[in-house]
């Protein structure tokens, strides 16, 4: 019973491909996020939907595009790899703010 | 604003010795404060909250927090410290505007035998 699900794990491509990572909630929360965690354990909050409407774009280029179909799901395609974005990407969803967030395993992205 | 500072960013404890990590934050409103846990190669996995109930809030694994509104801290810590403790914590504030949430830079914690 995952309650919040990315895919795929790993994914390791070369600089100027195009790739897409997908997250799934089961949880009937409202709110998803995409954030980036950095080499330096930093995170970052990139973009948030809550009800498949977009309510939070921080300074993310727009290489970097979230879809939400449904507010269960939420994809996040990345155009034209560059080796910055290297990166564990995790997806998380909430129901509120007192309830806290809950976090997808993470995707490992790697750009060679 | 909300902001929250993560005052060190290693912490080294033996076995069986407590553990405290410490956070300060700022909020314009009341607070929902949190501590998440990261195990190496791992996703993160809450460990406690608090919103407004009890000021000492415990959580999973023999972890607790206190909230002291008067020095704006939400500080961690646990009696007796395990090797399986040795993780990356990271303590968040939460916003009731836009359901956004205010991590802290991370605390590296160590635990030697």
């Known amino acids: 019973d995952t309650a919040v699900s990315q895919t795929p794990k790993y994914l390791v491509t070369q600089m100027g491909n195009d790739k897409s990572i997908k997250c799934e909630q089961n949880l009937g929360h409202d709110t998803m996020y995409w954030y980036k965690q950095d080499s330096k354990k930093f995170l970052k909050i990139m973009f948030s939907?809550?009800?498949?409407?977009?309510?939070i774009n921080e300074t993310v280029p727009n290489r970097f595009s979230p879809k939400s179909p449904d507010k269960a799901h939420l994809n996040l395609h990345i155009n034209s790899l560059e080796l910055g974005d290297s990166a564990v990407y995790f997806c998380?969803?909430?129901?509120?703010?007192?309830?806290?967030?809950?976090f997808g395993p993470g995707t490992r992205l790697t750009v060679t | 604003a909300q902001s929250v500072t993560q005052l060190d960013s290693h912490v080294s404890v033996s076995e069986g010795t407590p553990v405290l990590l410490r956070c300060n934050y700022s909020?314009?409103?009341?607070?929902?404060l949190f501590w998440y846990v990261q195990h190496p190669n791992k996703g993160l996995q809450l460990l406690l909250k608090y919103t407004s109930a009890a000021t000492l809030v415990k959580g999973i694994n023999g972890f607790e927090a206190e909230f002291k509104k008067s020095e704006t801290s939400f500080h961690l810590t646990k009696p007796s410290a395990h090797m399986s403790d040795a993780a990356e914590y990271f303590c968040v504030v939460s916003s009731y505007n836009f359901n956004k949430f205010y991590f802290g830079s991370g605390t590296k914690l160590n635990v030697k035998p």
């Open positions: 909020s314009s409103y009341s607070p929902s």
């Open positions: 939907y809550n009800n498949k409407e977009l309510i």
């Open positions: 998380a969803s909430s129901q509120a703010p007192a309830v806290g967030l809950f």
